[in-house]
T-cell receptor, first 116, second 116 residues
Framework: GAVVSQHPSWVICKSGTSVKIECRSL??????MFWYRQFPKQSLMLMAT?????????EQGVEKDKFLINHASLTLSTLTVTSAHPEDSSFYICSSSMGGGNTEAFFGQGTRLTVV | AQTVTQSQPEMSVQEAETVTLSCTYD???????LFWYKQPPSRQMILVIR??????QNATENRFSVNFQKAAKSFSLKISDSQLGDAAMYFCAYRSAWQYGNKLVFGAGTILRVKS
């Protein structure tokens, strides 16, 4: 089946630095990618929708200058957490699918970000 | 906007027994898709089963089956012959059929514990 590869799987960074998370669709063209944030034992919260070649659409309450999303190709979307702070520590997951509403959404392995 | 409600934060089941996870949703759309996803301790999201709203027949995948009640907007998941590997967090999700690459709307999740 289709695979979405997300890297890194975990990262620890110092407060004030920036961290980039990559999400790649390995065997299909991902026109749209979704970025989620998940706290322990909670649901996935959609942060933004990333469209290839255009600006990302952010959900209400998500700071677009804080969470920079770039979707420069059909196989790669990146999420950069800028000037990270401890409250940004979380689990971040990307997802994409190949087609319409009934097709399976494929998820990356997730990235555990810890800001110290 | 669509919403998905999972009213059971945690459930327990004895190995080899059957358990049912509840999910209700709210939408004004007539055509949509419903999913159950499993998130084991590895946190990799795994599709368990999907249901097209236009299909009256309940979806089945081996030990997993759903009870889809469109009028009641209910979509429960039944796990038969529960196994230790079924222990995970389960998410019910909704996706509109009207838009390509549309986002998933997730419920809060249910933690399933399997006792040996």
């Amino acid at each position: 089946g289709a695979v979405v590869s997300q890297h890194p799987s975990w990262v620890i960074c110092k407060s004030g630095t920036s961290v980039k998370i990559e999400c790649r669709s390995l065997d299909f063209q991902a026109t749209t990618m979704f970025w989620y944030r998940q706290f322990p034992k909670q649901s996935l919260m959609l942060m933004a929708t990333s469209n290839e070649g255009s600006k990302a659409t952010y959900e209400q309450g998500v700071e677009k200058d804080k969470f920079l999303i770039n979707h420069a190709s059909l196989t790669l979307s990146t999420l950069t957490v800028t000037s990270a702070h401890p409250e940004d520590s979380s689990f971040y997951i990307c997802s994409s699918s190949m087609g319409g509403g009934n097709t399976e959404a494929f998820f990356g392995q997730g990235t555990r970000l810890t800001v110290v | 906007a669509q919403t998905v409600t999972q009213s059971q934060p945690e459930m327990s089941v004895q190995e080899a027994e059957t358990v049912t996870l509840s999910c209700t949703y709210d939408t004004s759309e007539s055509d949509y898709y419903l999913f159950w996803y499993k998130q084991p301790p590895s946190r990799q999201m795994i599709l368990v089963i999907r249901q097209e709203a236009y299909k009256q027949q309940n979806a089945t995948e081996n030990r997993f089956s759903v009870n889809f009640q469109k009028a009641a907007k209910s979509f429960s998941l039944k796990i038969s012959d529960s196994q230790l590997g079924d222990a995970a967090m389960y998410f019910c999700a909704y996706r509109s059929a009207w838009q390509y690459g549309n986002k998933l709307v997730f419920g809060a999740g249910t933690i399933l514990r399997v006792k040996s």
